[in-house]
């Protein structure tokens, strides 16, 4: 059950989030803001990190700080090249996210257990924060039929392969996963482009990043919660609240294709 319901909440928030940055950047910012707060609901949990409330705090606040930015940042006039200078607002945002990190560690003090490894899952959970906005960037641009092909494409990709990870042959191998999924993905991305309005010249933009986000959601079966724990396992990332680390870790990958949609904006013609 645990892997069915991550499988069906990352399915979900890929088509929500999907259809949100459709409608336009305000829309896109309140359901990217709620990737966010359950990814940094569960992200300490995930990563077995003490202080997980000051964690997680933080996480939302990287995560509102990059919303914002990319809700608020003067529009881009230079077509949809442009896009990519709403990468300079964004890459503020994690170095400030990286600052953050090692900031709530000096305030844990000195002699606290596992500094290195929470300064790094925090870093972690923050770039994936910053990712997550990235929606909202491409949100402003939705109004090209490439890029709102690009969008549903990306979306119906991510939700199919969460659900692939449960047929019993596949569900719990990560590499059985990435031999179905990817290769699936570059078959299926061409077609599906071209009935969602996708002309000719831009889908090996959108296969390229069906391929990405594959790659994406078969890396995060790799590493999601186990049924059966292993003794070298990390207790607290792996029966200590299981669901709310899964979910984090569900949507990790939901959050993180915003960003390989955001640079693929600048490709399409």
């Known amino acids: 059950m645990m892997r069915l319901s991550m499988a069906l909440s990352a399915a979900v928030a890929a ?21 966010i707060l359950v990814i940094a609901w569960g992200w300490p949990r995930q990563m077995g990190a003490p202080a997980r409330l000051s964690l997680s705090v933080t996480l939302a606040a990287v995560g509102l700080v990059a919303v914002l930015l990319m ?49 790094v899952a925090t870093m972690g959970g923050g770039l994936i924060a910053v990712m997550t906005a990235c929606w909202v960037a491409v949100s402003r ?25 449960l047929i019993p042959g ?20 061409w077609p599906v482009s071209a009935l969602l309005g996708v002309g000719p010249q831009d889908r090996a933009a959108v296969v390229a990043a069906v391929v990405a986000v594959a790659t994406l ?35 990790a990958p939901v959050g993180a294709a915003g960003v390989v949609a955001h640079v693929m904006v600048g490709f399409l013609a």
């Not at 003067?74 to 990468?87: K, M, Q, V, Y």
């Not at 890396?219 to 299981?242: F, K, M, Y």
């Open 217 to 251: 959601v078969s890396l995060t079966a790799a590493t999601a919660p186990s049924a059966r724990p292993r003794p070298e396992d990390r207790p607290v990332g792996t029966t200590l609240r299981p669901r709310r680390a899964g979910y984090a870790l569900a949507l």
């Open 71 to 119: 809700l608020l940042w003067p529009p881009i006039e230079d077509g949809r090249s442009g896009a990519w200078t709403l990468f300079e607002p964004l890459a503020v945002a994690l170095a400030w996210s990286t600052m953050a990190s090692f900031v709530v560690q000096l305030v844990r003090g000195t002699g606290r257990p596992l500094r290195l490894e929470s300064t």
């Open 141 to 165: 641009w939705t109004d090209a039929p490439a890029v709102a092909g690009l969008v549903l494409t990306l979306a119906i990709a991510v939700a199919a392969f969460s659900l692939i990870g």
């Open 15 to 35: 088509l929500v989030l999907g259809g949100a940055t459709l409608l336009g950047p305000v829309p896109a910012a309140v359901a990217a803001m709620a990737v």
């Open 170 to 189: 596949v569900q719990g191998r990560p590499g059985v996963l990435a031999l179905v999924v990817v290769p699936l993905g570059a078959l299926l991305a």
